[in-house]
C-alpha cells in the first residue's frame, strides 16, 4: 500500500482517473455531432471526413423511400422483348441494371445486367431467351434502414433492390450507389454530365429534389418565380430560410411548399423533401 506524503497531492484512483476520461462523453447524437465538429474545427480531422461521418450517422435513420428511384421514373424492361428491343433501350437509357417485369410493372421477374448482352452485339444470330439471363431480385419494403439495406447489398452482392409498399406494389428501385452518395456525396460519372433527374416525384404532392438543383430549374418544374439572384441553388434558398445549418428532419415554408431536410453533413444540405399544399 503506498504512503501519500505530507503536501503532496493525494493519489487518484482508476475509477476516478476514467470518470474524467469520459466525462465529456455526449449523451445524444446532437452532442456527438458538435463534438465532431469540434473536433474539425482544431483540425484533428479534414472537412470531407466529417461530411462522410455525419453521412453515416444520417443513413442510420434514412429509410429506402427516402432515396429511392420512384415507380414513374423506372426504366425496365419486358420479358417479352426482342433482342433488337432490349439493345435498343439499354443503349438510349444507359443504366448498367434493368428491372425486368412481366404482364405489369408490379410483375417483377428480375434483374437484368447490361453487360450480360455485350455477347449479342457480336453475335446478332445467337438464339437468346432473356429469362436464361435475369437474375433475382431483392425485394424490400420502403420503411428499410439505409445501413441495413446497405449491409445486405454487401453479403449478397447485389447492386439492386426493388422497393414495394404495404400491398407489394412496385415503388421504386434503390441502388448500392444511391446508397453510397448519402454517405460520400454524389457520385458522378459520364453519364451524369446530363441527368437532369434533380427532382423525383415520390407521389401526388411529394417530391424529393437535389439541394443542388438550380433555382431556374427549380421554377421551372414547379413553375415558380423564387428569386433567382441572390442563390444560384435551392439549397441556398433553403439555408437562407433556415437562417442555420438544419438536420434531418427539419421543415420550413417556401413559396407555399414546405422543405425538409432529408440529408445534411456538416457544410451544406444534400436532399430536400418537398410537398406541395
Known amino acids: 500500500m503506498s504512503e501519500t506524503h505530507e503536501g503532496a497531492a493525494p493519489r487518484r484512483g482508476v475509477f476516478e482517473w476514467l470518470s474524467d476520461l469520459f466525462s465529456d462523453e455526449p449523451t445524444d447524437r446532437t452532442e ?10 482544431r483540425q484533428l480531422m479534414d472537412g470531407e471526413a466529417l461530411n462522410i461521418i455525419f453521412g453515416a450517422l444520417q443513413v442510420s435513420e434514412m429509410q429506402a423511400r427516402d432515396i429511392m428511384i420512384p415507380r414513374s421514373q423506372l426504366v425496365y424492361l419486358h420479358d417479352e422483348q426482342s433482342p433488337d428491343a432490349l439493345l435498343e433501350k439499354i443503349i438510349e437509357s444507359q443504366h448498367s441494371r434493368y428491372p425486368v417485369i412481366g404482364d405489369n410493372i408490379d410483375d417483377i421477374k428480375g434483374i437484368l445486367h447490361a453487360k450480360d448482352l455485350l455477347r449479342l452485339v457480336l453475335d446478332r444470330d445467337r438464339d437468346f431467351d432473356i429469362k436464361d439471363w435475369i ?15 446497405l449491409q445486405d447489398f454487401r453479403s449478397t452482392r447485389n447492386h439492386m433492390a426493388v422497393v414495394v409498399d404495404e400491398y407489394g406494389h412496385v415503388s421504386g428501385v434503390v441502388t448500392i450507389e444511391d446508397v453510397l452518395e448519402q454517405i460520400v456525396g454524389e457520385i458522378e460519372d459520364e453519364h451524369d454530365v446530363n441527368d437532369d433527374s434533380f427532382v423525383k416525384q415520390i407521389d401526388d404532392r411529394t417530391y424529393n429534389v437535389k439541394a443542388t438543383t438550380t433555382v431556374e430549374d427549380f421554377n421551372e418544374y414547379f413553375d415558380l418565380d423564387i428569386d433567382e439572384e441572390e442563390f ?27 422543405f425538409k431536410v432529408l440529408n445534411a453533413d456538416s457544410r451544406r444540405v444534400r436532399l430536400l423533401q418537398v410537398t406541395v399544399s
Open 32 to 41: 456527438l455531432m458538435e463534438m465532431l465538429r469540434d473536433a474539425a474545427d
Open 135 to 149: 437474375r433475382s431480385a431483392a425485394v424490400i419494403p420502403e420503411s428499410k434502414r439505409l445501413n441495413v439495406l
Open 232 to 258: 444560384d441553388t435551392i439549397g441556398g434558398v433553403v439555408l437562407k430560410a433556415f437562417g442555420h445549418l438544419p438536420e434531418r428532419g427539419e421543415t420550413v415554408e417556401i413559396a407555399a411548399l414546405e
